[in-house]
């Protein structure tokens, strides 16, 4: 791969581990969630309220880890304003999730079966549009990294 010039390369390196270390990050809240949307169903059986209440656990979760892991490099910024565009981001990709995980469960015998596919599908669905207003927006870099054209570095 050719890149014009050396900060071109360290951004898309950077952006590709933060790509990774967001999706281990949103895996481990796709285990939150899971454990909510289990418990709920285990006591009252509704997917819809399962889901509603496992997505501000997970989301809360999600952006702790983000902030301190995935994004750390951004600065610091209020914690209520970024939590709070984080939420915002994060409704966003919740229309596409809900959007696939509910068809995938009314619409077809084996997701109602086995309802954790289709929270999965939806999950799947939201990551790349997630990551993207979380990088882009969310946690946006406020410096620029200076790298010098000297090759005998």
Known sequence: ???????????????????????LVGTSGMVVAF????????????FIIANVIAFPVAVTWNFFWNRKFTFSQTGNPSLIKQWIMFVCASLVGLVGNWAIAFSLYFGLDI???????????????????????????????KYTVVISDDTSL
């Open 1 to 23: 791969m050719s890149y014009p010039n050396k900060s071109t390369k360290i951004e898309s390196t950077r952006t590709f581990g933060q790509f990774i270390k967001f999706g």
């Open 35 to 46: 454990l909510v949307i289990n418990l709920v169903m285990l006591t009252i059986k509704d």
């Open 111 to 141: 997701f109602r079966q086995h309802y954790n596919l289709a929270v999965i599908c939806g999950v799947l669905a939201g990551y790349l549009l997630n990551f993207a207003i979380a990088k882009c927006i969310v946690f946006e870099t």
